[in-house]
């Protein structure tokens, strides 16, 4: 069946460090890929996705490019804040069935 | 605009005691999903209404959990009896048009803990 494994957290930076959360998916077909963000005390969000391959999703200086070959959506920021503290959550669907998600990953920016 | 509304917050209850969850998802969104979230572990779907009607509860264990979605808007989302494992966080998403384009809204979620 379709799964989704994430890097281990947690991961811990100093501001203004680069940010690398590794994501790879098992899926039939050509699924769509999500990143989504829980902040503390807040609701789950979705950060960015992308739906074919090769794509490019970007949102709040967050990116994460489609790789099929690798079967591959890490999640990169090339200089992290401290509001970016929050777990991470990488996730997948096809049409017409349920969102699955990674385990997540906690980040923890310093300052 | 608001967001999804859960309620209660937190809850602790016995082992083979009820309990009842409740969400109001954004206004417009006929979409409402309940995930449910246990610790170390992604959300994980329970079950996914359609308006009113159920779309898919194929992982919702049927011999303790129920929801329901009477009036398409408003969900109810039971546990009885209450198992040691159903401790978790039991999350509310509502979404436009399904999850073929993987927006879902969640709400903040209700923490449960059988003891």
């Known amino acids: 069946g379709n799964s989704v494994t994430q890097m281990e957290g947690p991961v811990t930076l100093s501001e203004e460090a680069f940010l690398t959360i590794n994501c790879t998916y098992t899926a039939t077909g050509y699924p769509s890929l999500f990143w989504y963000v829980q902040y503390p005390g807040e609701g789950l969000q979705l950060l960015l996705k992308a739906t074919k391959a090769d794509d490019k999703g970007s949102n709040k200086g967050f990116e994460a490019t489609y790789r099929k070959e690798t079967t591959s959506f890490h999640l990169e920021k090339g200089s992290v804040q401290v509001s970016d503290s929050a777990v991470y959550f990488c996730a997948l669907n096809q049409a017409g069935t349920a969102l699955i998600f990674g385990k997540g990953t906690t980040l923890s920016v310093s300052s | 605009e608001a967001g999804v509304a859960q309620s209660p917050r937190y809850k602790i209850i016995e082992k083979r005691q009820s309990v009842a969850f409740w969400c109001n998802p954004i206004?417009?969104?006929?979409?409402l999903y309940w995930y449910q979230q246990i610790l170390g572990q992604g959300p994980k779907l329970l079950i996914q209404?359609?308006?009113?009607?159920?779309?898919?509860d194929s992982q919702l264990p049927k011999d303790r959990f129920s929801a329901e979605r009477l009036k398409g808007v408003d969900s109810t989302l039971k546990i009885q009896p209450a198992k040691l494992e159903d401790s978790a966080v039991y999350l509310c998403?509502?979404?436009?048009?399904?999850?073929?384009?993987?927006?879902?809204?969640f709400g903040e979620g209700s923490r449960l803990t059988v003891l």
């Open positions: 206004s417009g969104h006929a979409t």
């Open positions: 998403a509502s979404s436009l048009a399904g999850q073929d384009t993987g927006e879902l809204f």
């Open positions: 209404f359609q308006n009113n009607g159920v779309v898919d």
